[in-house]
């Protein structure tokens, strides 16, 4: 059964030099229970992609498309309708734990927000609940780092405290934007750890730069560039068997693969170019790459690519 299904979703936003259309035309499924990666350069539209399901893009955002929510589009409810799904339904740990933790509140204040507004219980036993969520993100002391504020964490304590906050009324659908961004390699390694095992019983959208991370905890891979998905599919194929030279190009830009360099840099998302959007930086570009923007291909029940090679 699917939990999320997005259909032909387009994302943008005005601006003097005019439209940036950070994602477009994006059709994605999660399945209840599964764990997609969403991999791409910086700039690519990740980011926006989650923002738009959560709803928390700036109001002069321009929309269209369908985002269903076991069964229900998203895009159509109400502010207040869709206030009661966040926390509750749909969490989200945002990106930047620095910056998204209030600093004049303490974390267990922090935690207990969403309880005290989705489950209904009084502050005390709402605090009692962030200590307890705080003990289960592996944060010592728990008691007593519940009162303290968001400076006197260190990056990756904030980092699981961002997760506690995301899955304090239990939701059944998680997006987990950059979580390891910034974080040292030990700290890194314990924080995808955790989150290895939010997947287990979550459905998640995993939202990372970080290919190894996502190998580790991913079921399916999206891989986005220049606001559209160019590949999808299951996490070992697309890995070891990749169809978009782009791609090829990623995984090529690990270190345990010679950390070659994809050439150039990717279009402006305000000019987007005709044709294949990749081709000026392709090894593969052919003539009609410029002429005609390639269609998403089926190649086999678990893969899909966006690329005229298959044609």
């Known amino acids: 059964m699917d939990i999320i299904r997005i259909k032909n979703l387009n994302a943008g936003f005005p601006t003097k030099r005019g439209l940036v259309r950070a994602a477009t035309s994006v059709d994605l499924t999660i399945r209840e229970g599964e764990c997609l990666g969403l991999i791409g350069e910086s700039g690519c539209g990740k980011t926006v992609l989650g923002m738009t399901i959560m709803r928390l893009l700036q109001p002069n955002t321009i929309i269209s498309g369908e985002i269903f929510y076991k069964g229900q589009n998203l895009l159509a409810l109400k502010e207040e309708e869709m206030r009661k799904l966040r926390g509750k339904e749909l969490g989200m740990i945002l990106q930047n734990s620095t910056t998204s933790l209030n600093p004049v509140l303490s974390v267990g204040d922090q935690i207990a927000e969403g309880i005290i507004l989705h489950e209904g219980l009084r502050k005390k036993e709402a605090r009692e609940k962030a200590t307890e969520l705080l003990e289960k993100v592996q944060i010592k002391n728990a008691a007593v780092m519940s009162k303290r504020y968001p400076h006197e964490f260190s990056g990756g304590m904030?980092?699981?405290?961002?997760?506690?906050?995301?899955?304090?009324?239990?939701?059944?659908?998680?997006?987990?934007?950059?979580?390891?961004?910034?974080l040292d390699n030990r700290t890194m390694k314990g924080v995808i750890s955790l989150l290895a095992e939010v997947a287990k019983s979550k459905s998640m959208l995993f939202i990372t730069h970080d290919l190894a991370a996502a190998s580790e905890?991913?079921?399916?891979?999206?891989v986005m560039y220049a606001g559209e998905i160019v590949e999808w599919g299951d996490v070992d194929e697309v890995f070891s068997a990749p169809l978009h030279p782009y791609t090829s190009g990623l995984l090529n830009s690990l270190p345990e693969r010679g950390f070659i360099a994809i050439p150039g840099s990717s279009p402006s998302l305000i000019d987007l170019?005709?044709?294949?959007?990749?081709?000026e930086r392709c090894a593969c570009s052919e003539e009609r790459c410029a002429r005609a923007h390639p269609l998403m291909k089926e190649i086999s029940s678990s893969h899909k690519v966006r690329c005229h090679r298959y044609d």
């Not at 905890?217 to 999206?222: G, Q, W």
């Not at 170019?273 to 081709?279: L, N, S, T």
């Open 158 to 182: 904030r980092e699981r405290a961002m997760i506690a906050i995301a899955l304090a009324c239990s939701p059944s659908f998680v997006i987990a934007d950059e979580p390891t961004t910034g």
């Open 217 to 222: 905890i991913c079921d399916t891979i999206a």
């Open 273 to 279: 170019p005709g044709g294949c959007r990749f081709k």
